[in-house]
């Protein structure tokens, strides 16, 4: 689907009111990527995070330079007094339990920022899933049900499973527990963590699967939860990969959103959109492993759109 796309540039953030139209979502761009350019985005949004705020992010895979850095994120995380949450891996790797995660994220400076709770220590839950095709409920890590407000803070890049890794993805498979997954990868077949691999799903499955899982968090959040993704280190590898393929292709910029299917696509539209020779690495994973159809399958259940509206703050 061809997005909808305007720019506005010179205006500050407060100048900028949100598209309020049910067809058109409205997704916020800066260029340069620093600390206040990611407060200057989140106050474009004009949605308060209010009381217990968790921010969801990837700590990064033991190893992996490419995931976002605290001291970009630390005046958004501190000034919220949030708490940086994650789930443990499906796989054997440096974030597979919590002991090694926590060690994870001390490596990678996370500690240094914020309290880090790995959501799914104690357990899972389950959170059921309105008008999916191959799965009724999705297992998300426990400790998420006792925040009161989410920011989706995602390190848009490339994916080894996905094609790309953005806002959908980070709730899709980064809130779900071990077991979730599982779940997820398998397309409702399994949910063992450590014994899914031989039932893992067909591609467009997965993917939707995806999509399913993501719709579980959304309608539970409601109003409650906002989207924030840098474009940034674009490897056509996750940070989940221990030994990511290099960065062939330069940053592009701060992305903000509402709606989470918007957001996705802008960020995917900026890859095809830009001028830099180093995305056709970038543009041939996502197409290889068909990642837009995420966005078509996310937005047939009512997630969101990829009818959007980009307005630029200077």
């Known amino acids: 689907m061809t997005a909808l796309m305007s720019a506005t540039f010179g205006m500050s953030a407060q100048q900028v009111a949100p598209t309020t139209s049910d067809s058109v979502a409205t997704v916020y761009f800066i260029k340069d990527i620093t600390p206040g350019n990611i407060l200057k985005i989140y106050d474009a949004l004009d949605r308060r995070a209010t009381g217990k705020v968790c921010v969801k992010l990837s700590f990064g895979e033991s190893g992996n330079p490419n995931h976002l850095s605290p001291q970009l994120i630390e005046p958004l995380v501190k000034g919220l007094d949030a708490t940086l949450v994650e789930c443990n891996t499906a ?157 062939q292709m330069a940053d592009i910029g701060i992305f903000a959103s509402l709606d989470p299917v918007a957001l996705d696509r802008a960020c995917v539209d900026a890859i095809h959109n830009s001028s830099d020779h180093g995305k056709i690495h970038m543009e041939q994973r996502i197409a290889e492993l068909n990642g837009t159809h995420l966005l078509d399958y996310a937005e047939s259940l009512g997630i969101g759109t990829q009818k959007y509206v980009l307005i630029t703050i200077e």
């Open 91 to 247: 796989y054997q790797s440096s974030r597979r339990n919590s002991a090694d995660h926590l060690k994870t994220a001390e490596e990678h400076g996370f500690t240094a920022i914020a309290p880090i709770d790995i959501m799914d220590e104690a357990g899972e839950t389950i959170l059921h899933v309105t008008g999916g095709k191959h799965i009724d409920h999705a297992l998300i890590g426990d400790g998420w049900l006792k925040y009161d407000f989410t920011i989706v803070l995602s390190h848009f890049k490339g994916h080894p499973s996905g094609g790309f890794g953005g806002a959908l993805k980070n709730m899709a498979i980064g809130m779900q527990s071990s077991n979730g997954k599982a779940w997820v990868h398998t397309a409702g077949k399994n949910k063992d963590a450590d014994n899914w691999w031989n039932d893992r799903a067909s591609q467009d499955d997965f993917l939707e699967t995806m999509a399913e899982s993501s719709k579980a968090i959304i309608d539970r959040a409601g109003d409650n939860i906002l989207y924030i993704s840098v474009a940034n280190n674009l490897s056509v590898d996750c940070d989940c990969v221990a030994h990511p393929a290099p960065v």
